[in-house]
């Protein structure tokens, strides 16, 4: 569990429906650009959008064209804690080798987050993830239940962490929980990898528009020599490489899965860049000016 985990989104036809064809080139796109995971299907593919169907057809559709080629995270998460352990259900029969899941809704509280955690637990023999975020994406867990939870429940075993001062956390799970943290990861794209990188993180769970470039990144991460105080030395080459693609980031910022999917049509990916109500964000012919020359900067550390 290291690396770029790449996030494919879910393609739309026109008609609003689900494109397989498209779901299916994405998830290759992020295999052939050398993703060391897959996580679907979560924030950045739509995942609150999708009916129950859809989301078994995507989740289907991600396993099938990964083969057990990389690792793949399920994301499980719904408005309920029944919802996520019938998902957490479906994704261990369906052979996903880790699942993925916030606390629905809220989160209401320490005693509620504890006990979803515990009955998702109880549910499967999966490997868990706590999926740390923030309002209005998803609910915050404290530090402390984060560093109870994996302490404690012996299938909670990584964090992606995604809310405030994500690298302040990181150092927190990293000095307090040791080994019962085998992986945490970063969110929002990568924007604070280089910072997380630094603290221990192993690895990030970005939307895949970017894997190429994300991967190369990592690469020049891991040539980096560690510190004899535990951090890790970021290297001239990674930091040349962020700030190519920080651009991007502050972009995604503004317009999130529109931006993702404008990418992957616009590299030949996905059929359509439709995005289903109310993740779609206004976007206009001045944005898209804007969008073509990031990406024609950033086109030399790309491939085709």
Known sequence: MKGIF???????????SLDIRSLEKCVDFCLEKGAHGIVMPVNASEVSTLTHEEWMTVLKTGLSRVNNSV?????????????????????QDLGANSIM???????????????????????????????????????????????????TIPNIKFLKEESEYPGHI??????H?????????????????LDEYRRGATGTMPAGHFTDLQVKLWNALILGKENDDGTREITKESRRLWEVLLPSLN????????????????RGVISSPLARIPIRKPFDDQDMIELDQILDVMENELTT
């Open 71 to 91: 690792p793949f995270v399920a994301g499980i998460s719904g408005n309920s804690l029944e919802i996520c352990v019938e998902r957490a259900k479906i994704c």
């Open 101 to 151: 899941t916030m606390p629905p809704g809220k989160g209401g509280g320490v005693v509620n987050i504890r006990e979803f955690y515990e009955q998702v637990s109880k549910a499967v023999e999966l490997p868990i993830w706590i999926q740390n975020n923030k309002p209005p994406n998803g609910a915050t867990v404290p530090t402390d239940l984060i560093i109870e939870l994996l302490d």
């Open 251 to 266: 972009f995604e910022f503004m317009f999130g899965t529109t931006a993702y999917k404008l990418v992957f049509w616009k």
């Open 177 to 193: 929980s040791g080994s019962n943290c085998e992986s945490v990861m970063g969110g929002m794209g990568g924007r604070f990898l």
């Open 6 to 16: 790449a996030i494919p989104v879910t393609p739309f036809n026109e008609d609003g």
């Open 170 to 175: 990181m150092s927190q799970v990293i000095r």
